[in-house]
């Protein structure tokens, strides 16, 4: 069976500071991959996909980039985070029916 | 950006009515699924509709998606407190899914 593994769960970090958030798929190959971001109690907001290696496309301008080194991997990242970069992070992947599995998130605080 | 909205925002009943979740969009979607989410968790799947004007029942949640392919509702009868959480709609579109505003419902025992 497939699974979702995101990390770490939560994160503290200083506003100027780097970010990194890993997400690995195991189970299936050449799945699609995504990062979306979630304020509280609302809905998701898409903020990358990428359908291969090395393959990202970004629907919202920010300071936040993904790469995608290997095939079950998805990075986050950013060079200097932003007090509006606080919030709930999930990372998913696409089943063959069109649907979408999410990992356990990861909740990032900048203080 | 194609939008979807839910309706209500929030959603406070008793444990044994019943309630009806709506999701409203300008645009055509392919298939739409539909998610609950507890909180600090990831949403968790709880249906995919394909065709316009399917239903498909889970137990006691209804489901079904418009003839046009535009919109979408989720029924509950006699909800239960386990039924409590963030229910979010998503239209799926090429390689994009476009996630609702969310509906939180809390059922009180």
């Known amino acids: 069976s497939q699974t979702i593994h995101q990390w770490p769960a939560t994160l503290v970090q200083p506003v100027g500071s780097p970010l990194s958030l890993e997400c690995t798929v195991e189970?299936?190959?050449?799945?699609?991959l995504y990062w979306y971001r979630q304020a509280a109690g609302r809905g998701l907001q898409l903020l990358f996909y990428?359908?291969?290696?090395?393959?990202i496309s970004s629907e919202v301008p920010q300071n936040l980039s993904a790469s995608r080194p290997q095939d079950r991997q998805f990075i986050l990242s950013s060079k200097k985070l932003l007090l509006s970069d606080s919030g709930f992070y999930l990372c998913?992947?696409?089943?063959?029916?069109?649907?979408?599995?999410f990992g356990p998130g990861t909740r990032l605080t900048v203080t | 950006t194609q939008l979807l909205e839910q309706s209500p925002q929030f959603l406070s009943i008793q444990e044994g009515e019943n309630l009806t979740v709506y999701c409203n969009s300008s645009?055509?979607?392919?298939?739409l699924q539909w998610y609950r989410q507890e909180p600090g968790e990831g949403p968790v799947l709880l249906v995919t509709?394909?065709?316009?004007?399917e239903v498909k029942k889970l137990k006691r949640l209804t489901f079904q998606f418009g003839d046009a392919r535009k919109d979408s509702s989720l029924h509950i009868t006699a909800a239960q407190p386990g039924d409590t959480g963030l229910y979010l709609c998503?239209?799926?579109?090429?390689?994009?899914?476009?996630f609702g505003t969310g509906t939180s419902l809390t059922v009180i025992p």
């Open positions: 998913a992947w696409t089943g063959y029916s069109s649907e979408q599995y």
């Open positions: 189970g299936t190959s050449n799945p699609n």
């Open positions: 990428s359908v291969g290696i090395g393959q």
């Open positions: 645009s055509v979607f392919s298939s």
């Open positions: 509709v394909v065709t316009g004007g």
């Open positions: 998503a239209g799926a579109s090429g390689n994009q899914f476009y």
